[in-house]
């Protein structure tokens, strides 16, 4: 089993509407990343979060981090063309000295 | 800003071939890392080295080698590529530890094996 699951796997939105990813974890976080992945290329970090509570945003995506749940959301505003693409979280978890990634969440926006 | 590279975009090869993948970094990263990444599955770690001639397994090293001569070069190896081995590989680097783990990317080999 993943021990970072993403959900949703797909999402297809309408241009301009809002929509949230999250990223969970089966173990206690110690950093997490956000990359976004245009199809067929390699990633492009966009955030990292380090603390319980933390928030950050770049353009129309804030992505949070809730240490309580081990979970972190990545959220897009008034969403267009350019944000599609694969949206992957890495984490540091407990136990790994490594990064860890989820599956991905493959997002499609509808003109 | 940090540039990685890889060798080749796109790579068809056949069954029982010897295949060398490239990635070269030029931050002067210690750490670097290969990965597969096949729908629904994410990114799996193949293989990771934190410092030149060094490596270690990752998660799924089966059938597949690694070098690390030059810091700024690690090379993937698949001795003899199976079908299975069709896959997006990524490499990536980043430097030694120190609070963050961030790593960077290169574009990715879409590797087919016929």
């Known amino acids: 089993s993943q021990e970072l699951e993403q959900s949703p796997q797909s999402l297809i939105v309408q241009e301009g509407k809002n929509l949230t990813i999250n990223c969970t974890s089966s173990k206690t976080l110690y950093g997490l990343y956000w990359y976004k992945q245009k199809y067929g290329e390699g990633l492009i970090f966009l955030m990292m979060l380090q603390k319980g509570g933390e928030e950050k945003s770049h353009e129309k995506i804030t992505a949070k981090l809730d240490e309580k749940k081990q979970q972190s959301s990545l959220h897009i505003t008034a969403s267009q063309p350019s944000h599609a693409g694969i949206y992957l979280c890495g984490a540091r978890i407990q136990g790994a000295q490594k990064l860890v990634f989820g599956q991905g969440t493959r997002l499609t926006i509808n003109p | 800003d940090v540039k990685v590279t890889q060798s080749s975009r796109y790579l068809v090869k056949r069954t029982g071939e010897k295949v060398f993948l490239e990635c070269v970094q030029d931050m002067d990263h210690e750490n670097m890392f290969w990965y597969r990444q096949d729908p629904g599955l994410g990114l799996r770690l193949i293989y990771f080295?934190?410092?030149?001639?060094?490596?270690e397994k990752g998660d799924i090293p089966e059938g597949y080698s690694v070098s690390r001569e030059k810091k700024e070069r690690f090379s993937l190896i698949l001795e003899s590529a199976s079908t299975n081995q069709t896959s997006m590989y990524l490499c990536a680097s980043r430097a030694r530890a120190g609070g963050t783990y961030e790593q960077y990317f290169g574009p990715g080999t879409r590797l087919t094996v016929t």
């Open positions: 080295s934190y410092d030149v001639k060094m490596k």
